[in-house]
């Protein structure tokens, strides 16, 4: 099987796969980093969210051969000294229910306060439109948002 | 985890002192001491305890550094028990809420029903106050002075007089040698010294969960792992014909194809693979030939006709309700509804999923499941291994909503494991999620009902025809269909609820809240449109209804009088007032907006709910929801919020967005693109407000999802005058 190196989470990881396997199952099936979830397979749940370059990239959207020599950041890595501030966020305003989407939810908020450090509640649900949550947290999902932006701002 | 102690194979009363030796016979290895106790309580009182081979579904363990951990035999699916239920223990024992956190048992019970605070909340109490109580003992037995001068705080006794404080870690050696107090006569705290229950403590399992840390189901990743697939019949009773593996062979990564068969002699094709991918790709290569079976000609079309032409049919069920006459003041007003709902799909975002490791004798399991006990009965069965030999590790659920009562995939998981000497993960894809999903049941309901010029509801009738979902427990088919009649607490004089079934072979189970998920939509919608047919205002016309059968406050001068359903009545009317108060009920609002009020009762709770949208261009935006809940003791004012915003969230979607629709057999919708769920851009405000109460905790987990539909529909109906009756709304097919 054709080998890969990827650039994930500041570590350069070597993998073999066949050129068209999805990230999301190089993370979850080779590498054991589970945080990225499988929901879907189409891109349409978000739970598989990671970072590709800073992007919020839905991992089962992308074959192993797109993600080399990209700067892949998974939720593991999110918080390299400590917490992210969303996910302190996330905590604060106490969020998670079942907690299975959180990862892709909290990738997907990561990197779109990123781009726009001060969104309006439009701007956020239209960011985090792609994320389902069958729980149902998306209106503490707004809340905590708008409290990483202001951290963010302080 | 795996628990330090061997339970005494004699069944002794719970609690009993030979019980408490035995299973504190640990100490010597852990330090710790532990009190073996049984989760169930009045919810399941009436039956014989699920695995009558153990005395103990749950621990407490104490440790010399003061650290307690409670091994619980409960499900996490988001719900809040592994906060709520540690909280219990910590009120009751009197520990340091800081060094307490929560353990999976591996004896975990039934999760679901909105049941588990209401089963555990006695027994978490009783053993919780044995401990206390025998940590006093100890205390007072090392000082060498009487008891009642001594006080438990904190994770500490404290000798009252003298000041002295000793801590539970300390005591373990002496509390082992004490006889545990009897649960039923120790001394439970009053609802006035509660120090811990009703504060909105961070749930312990969040911070795990902001960071990739949980485990769910398909985290299991034991030394080995390899990954399945199954291909299994398109439509529901196909049966296999044939296959040809060698396709699926060559793709790279599958390890192996074979046969699998149940006990019940379902035939399917496994696909085993060193990654997940490679399975599927192994399927997508799999030359299958299914025989699509004797229901392969179902519809949704051909059971909506089933069920119109049922409505005029005589029905196949009557429950025994009140028929008298009431004399009517002024006109009478007579109208008639059909309301109708489809089959919904669970949906939880983590597909269904269970590993399995055989190795000789013995037997390990890893599933997200609402119901641990079960699993295991279940894999011995279809293994043919004695119940001891499985270990079933329950991991957080990746979302339940009953979902997690199904075992199609543990018996498929079992028997793929028993041909491979590795741990296999089987996954089912998120089409193989939905389609062999057990569906919410469909149908409708007719009703009739007449009301006079003041408001008095004459009559009420209603045919509800539906697939029922109680054939698989040996129930008849009404069993779980029409509202609580016992408790209609509408008091209607002259009062019908009929059923007819239409007969389906999709498979139905339990969906959130079940049969309340419907008839708080058609109930609730209904009243209301009776409220407009006497022209009263809905949240004014509700009151006078709750209040009608309520003794006057003159004449009887106190509310000690009331009968239980008097009281029910009562609570329901001040969560319907508080409603009314908290969301400003009669502000006027803008053209095109509209405001929509219900309230229900289930799980011994009591919620009203008020509803505002917009209409937008050929659509309608849900700006805002308020709610007021009585539950009863308020343990987690965090999480019971959490439940009613998410369930209500969850009712939206179904109201809004969700319909499983069958043609020639097969399910239509098998992934997000065609069965949607809500998103951000549509989840409303949510303000929840909760009522004082002493009374025992009710039930919140499916409180919260039953009047979206109806609130919404009803706020609708003010803007617009459109009556929302089919499930999931549209609003070009509304009636004027």
Known sequence: MPQYLLQINNATRKVEAQPGMPLLWILRDLLNLTGSKYGCGIGLCGACTVHVDGEATRSCQVSVVAAVGKQITTIEGLGQNGLHIVQQAWIAEQVPQCGYCQPGQIMSAAAFLATNPKPTDAEIDDAMAGNLCRCGTYFRIRKAIHRAAQEMQS | ?736
């Open chain 2, 1 to 736: 985890m795996k628990t330090n102690i061997e339970p005494p194979s004699e069944t002794p009363p719970k609690f009993s002192r030979r019980a408490f030796i035995a299973s504190s016979a640990v100490v010597a290895c852990t330090g710790a001491l532990v009190i073996g106790f049984k989760l169930y309580g009045p919810v399941h009182s009436g039956e014989a305890p699920y695995n009558a081979g153990s005395p103990f579904d749950s621990w407490i363990r104490i440790y010399p550094d003061n650290r307690v951990e409670l091994v619980l035999a409960k499900t996490e699916m988001g719900q809040g028990v592994f906060t709520a239920l540690p909280m219990v223990l910590a009120e009751e024992a009197e520990l340091d809420w800081s060094r307490v956190s929560v353990v999976q048992s591996e004896e975990c019970t039934g999760t679901g029903g909105s049941g588990s605070v209401r089963e555990s909340y006695l027994p978490l109490r009783q053993a919780g106050a044995q401990m206390r109580e025998t940590m006093i003992a100890a205390a007072a037995a090392r000082w060498g002075i009487s008891k009642e001068e001594c006080f438990a705080r904190s994770g500490n006794v404290t000798h009252r007089p003298s000041g002295r404080v000793l801590s539970y870690g300390s005591l373990i050696e002496h509390a082992r040698r004490l006889p545990l107090p009897d649960a039923k006569a120790v001394r439970l705290k009053t609802s006035s010294e509660f120090t811990v229950l009703g504060k909105p403590l961070p749930h312990l399992d969040i911070p795990d969960k902001t960071t990739g840390r949980a485990r769910f189901g398909l985290d299991a990743r034991p030394q080995g792992l390899v990954f399945a697939v199954v291909a299994q019949s398109p439509t529901v009773g196909g049966t296999l014909v044939d296959f040809d593996r060698s396709r699926a062979l060559e793709v790279p990564g599958v390890l192996d194809v074979f046969e699998i068969k149940s006990r019940d002699g379902i035939r399917q094709v496994a696909i085993v693979a060193r990654t997940t991918w490679a399975a599927i790709e192994g399927r997508d290569a799999l030359k299958i030939r299914w025989n699509p079976g004797p229901h392969a000609d179902e519809s949704s079309e051909a059971m909506t006709a089933s069920m119109k032409a049922s409505f005029d049919k005589p029905p196949e069920w009557t429950w025994p309700t009140a028929h008298a006459t009431r004399t009517p003041i002024g006109p009478v007003k007579q109208i008639e509804s059909v309301y109708e709902y489809p089959f919904l799909a669970h949906t939880p975002i983590e597909p269904m999923n269970t590993t399995v490791h055989i190795q000789r004798d013995r037997c390990d399991v890893w599933t997200p499941t609402q119901d641990g006990q079960g699993v295991r009965k279940t894999v011995a069965k279809e293994l043919g291994m004695p119940e001891s030999n499985i270990t079933v590790h329950v991991m957080f659920v990746g979302g339940g909503f009953g979902s997690r009562f199904n075992r199609a995939y543990t018996v498929q998981a079992a028997l793929i494991a028993k041909q491979m000497n590795l741990p296999v993960q089987l996954v089912w894809t998120r089409e193989d999620t939905i389609v062999n999903d057990e569906f919410r049941q469909c149908g409708g309901q007719k009703l009739r009902g007449a009301v006079d010029s003041k408001g008095n509801v004459l009559s009420w009738s209603c045919h509800i025809v539906d697939t029922s979902i109680a054939g698989p427990w040996g129930m008849p088919p009404q069993a779980w269909e029409a509202p609580d009649l016992d408790i209609f607490l509408y008091p209607i004089p002259d009062l019908h609820y009929t059923y007819s079934q239409i007969h389906s072979a999709i498979k139905r189970g339990a969906w959130r809240s079940v049969s309340e998920s419907f008839n708080g939509f058609v109930l609730e919608s209904f009243i209301d449109e009776l409220a407009h047919a006497a022209k009263i205002d809905p949240y004014l016309f509700r009151r006078r209804l709750l209040a009608s059968d309520m003794p006057s406050a003159k004449r009887s001068g106190q509310t000690g009088a009331l009968t239980p359903k008097q009281q029910q009545a009562q609570s329901l009317l001040a969560v319907l007032d508080q409603v009314a108060e908290k969301s400003d009920w009669r502000s006027p609002l803008d053209k095109g907006r509209g405001r929509g009020i219900a309230c229900w009762r289930a799980y011994t709770s009591y919620i009203a709910q008020v509803a505002e949208v917009t209409m937008t261009k050929e659509q309608f935006h849900v700006d805002r929801v308020v709610s007021v809940v009585d539950c009863g003791q308020v343990l987690n004012p965090n999480g019971v919020k959490a439940q009613i915003e998410g369930g209500c969230t969850m009712g939206l979607s179904a109201a809004l967005r969700e319909a499983i629709t069958i043609r020639n057999g097969v399910v239509q919708e098998q992934n997000f693109n065609r069965y949607q769920l809500l998103r951000m851009p549509d989840t409303p405000v949510f303000e929840t407000y909760l009522v004082d109460s002493n009374r025992d905790p009710g039930g919140i987990g499916e409180l919260g999802i039953t009047l979206a539909a109806p609130i919404v529909a009803n706020a609708v109906f003010a803007a617009t005058g459109k009556r929302l009756k089919r499930l999931p709304f549209r609003l070009d097919e509304a009636s004027l």
